[in-house]
């Protein structure tokens, strides 16, 4: 007999250390109804962390083709006075949700919404992008749902869809876990922004095993039994202080089991994590997390499998790391050496240009190697599952003027920096 039993959880064997951002919360508006709820969770959660808040609204250009027509809709203000507007509006706003004596700096761009906000969130290193969740209506989810997934798709930074109920630290809270690191992460950054005596719950679903059948009943027990030992790991790396954590296993559809538990326990807030899929996380979310995204009956917290990455990446790249530049006679021989010490690692990617600043091309990319071309002095990095079959991604950085490469203190390499003409292209490890 065949068994389509899923794994069994994979327990917190060992775990980076991280050091998350330390930038200010990141709000973003569209001056509308839909985004009020966001303000006043803003102001309290920043009070708490001491941190500063910014808030950002982006002005989408009012020009766009007509189709079936020969014309273009111009709109009659000149994009000055769009952006006065919108910062008039989102000042008012500011008035109206927290105070009139709120004095946010308010920062108003034109542009792709959530491209912008994606970038300011990157510039600023924001540790928190928080956004309203639109009213309590299916429509509105489903509208409001769909932006979030796209500030998700495209950045690093945790999001927090604020429902219009939630106007303080959340005090019923509900974590998804599937035990990897990167749920980890989630509830840690979780952990951070509940209230100091909140009840948790962390929640792990599990497939439904056929108690009708003696091998799938043994699975099935199995099963619960090392979830019960992953709950425990879980729970002793976590900071409980005054918590009330509870552990909760479920069985079935994940989305499914998580609204309606969510709803049985009249929850605040539902936390889950999206998991590091390189450039296919561009075209792909995990289900839970979209799911709740459109659907969860109260605020939604999702946190990019990539803010984990780069939250690891911050670690290795504290004051003990050590970094050396190669002369340029040895850089064929370096990367390959390099090369051959790091194939198959996962890492980050990033280029950092003096005018359009940080860009990341890809998370957790298996590292096939890198290479230096004497001829045309550029270097090729390559990323997938193997050069053999020809699974790989080609990144060609040009005119490279210099290479370092960062260990830690037992000779691990931590980074690959490549310097080239306005910038630098940056392979951190995990």
Known sequence: MTSTAQATPQTVAAIDSTVGPTGPFLLATDVSPSSDAAFPLADALADRAKAEIIALSVVAPYARPMYGVDGIVVSMQ???????????????????????????????????????????????????????????????????????????????????????????????????????????????????????????WLVHVGPAFDESVPFLRDRGALYAQQTATAFDELRALLPTGHLQIEAVFLTGSAPDQLMQFSTRHNADLVVSATHGYGFMRRMLLGSVAASLVRAAPCSVLIVPGSARTRAVARAQQLPHAQTRTVARESWDAELADFSSRNSGRLCHVEVDQDDLGAQTLGHDLALVGASFDHHDGTVQLMFGASTLRGMHLTHTVLDVSAVDLSTNSAGSDLALRLAHPGGQTLVVLS
């Open 78 to 200: 000149s994009e000055t006075e769009s952006e006065s507007l919108r910062t008039s509006a989102a000042r008012a706003q500011l008035t109206r949700m927290v105070s009139p004596m709120a004095k946010w700096p308010i920062i108003v761009q034109t542009g792709d919404p959530a491209r912008e906000i994606v970038r300011m969130a990157n510039e600023i290193q924001a540790r928190l992008l928080v956004v309203g969740r639109g009213r309590h209506s299916t429509f509105d989810r489903l509208v409001g749902g769909e932006s979030v997934l796209r500030l998700l798709q495209l950045g690093d930074t945790p999001v927090l869809a604020v429902d219009e109920r939630l106007t303080s630290p959340p005090r019923r809270v509900v974590i998804a876990t599937d035990f990897s690191e990167f749920s980890l992460y989630a509830a840690q950054v979780a952990m951070s922004v509940v209230a100091p005596d909140a009840s948790v």
